[in-house]
């Protein structure tokens, strides 16, 4: 079979050459693109992002990405969103008392952990659900962190048409979301390309599952 391709959305974030190595290493054909034509084209679309959520927003519009989001999801192509990538899917992000409009693809605000010592930087476990894909044989591994903000609830109402979205928990100063699975969309808070060979296994889970 023809190795899965994924285009990684480029528009100016830090990281993203470590981000295309693990794919590669997962078994992916990896596209560094902000092609529109090419990211719909792709199997897979990969949103990176590092720094503050005003930041990576600001960049993502100047390639447009909130479209390029809205448009895979609404044809049911799959989507991982990393760290920051993760954070901004959801309503809003409130920085040091400043909110910033997010990608909204799911209700709630990320917000700083309450905890006593930020970022939360280094390896840490994780509670993955029942039903999680990318958690597969992987679920008692540790990942890679390194953030302050965080979404620390899941507001979006149960739908009983759909499957019910799979939900990893963390903690560090207060639970928080540190993945998300649902549908065609799918995030972590953690940062796989860093976390060694269990990063590269849930890699491996997402691209089987495209």
């Not at 994780?126 to 302050?148: K, Q, T």
């Not at 990893?168 to 100063?173: A, D, F, L, N, R």
């Amino acid at each position: 079979m023809a190795a899965p391709v994924v285009a990684v959305l480029d528009y100016g974030s830090g990281n993203v050459h470590s981000a295309v190595k693990a794919l590669e290493r997962a078994g992916a054909e990896v596209r560094l693109t902000a092609d529109r034509a090419l990211i719909h084209r792709a199997d897979g679309l990969l949103v990176p992002g590092v720094g503050a959520f005003s930041a990576v927003m600001a960049a993502l519009e100047t390639v447009r990405g909130s479209e390029i989001v809205d448009r895979r999801l609404a044809g049911g192509r799959p989507v991982l969103g990393i760290c920051v990538g993760m954070q901004i899917l959801f309503d809003v992000g409130r920085e040091r008392g400043v909110d910033s409009k997010g990608l909204g693809q799911w209700p709630g605000v990320v917000e700083q952990l309450p905890a006593d010592v930020l970022p939360h930087m280094g390896w840490d476990t994780v509670r993955s659900d029942a039903g999680s894909v990318l958690f597969d044989g992987i679920a008692d591994e540790r990942f890679y962190f390194v953030h302050s903000y965080a979404a620390q609830q899941w507001t979006l109402p149960r739908d009983d048409r759909r499957r019910p979205p799979a939900l990893t928990w963390s903690e560090h100063g207060a639970p928080f979301l540190a993945a998300v699975e649902n549908g065609p969309l799918s995030a972590t808070q953690f940062h796989p390309e860093k976390s060694g060979a269990a990063g590269i296994r849930l890699l491996r889970n997402w691209l089987g599952s495209l």
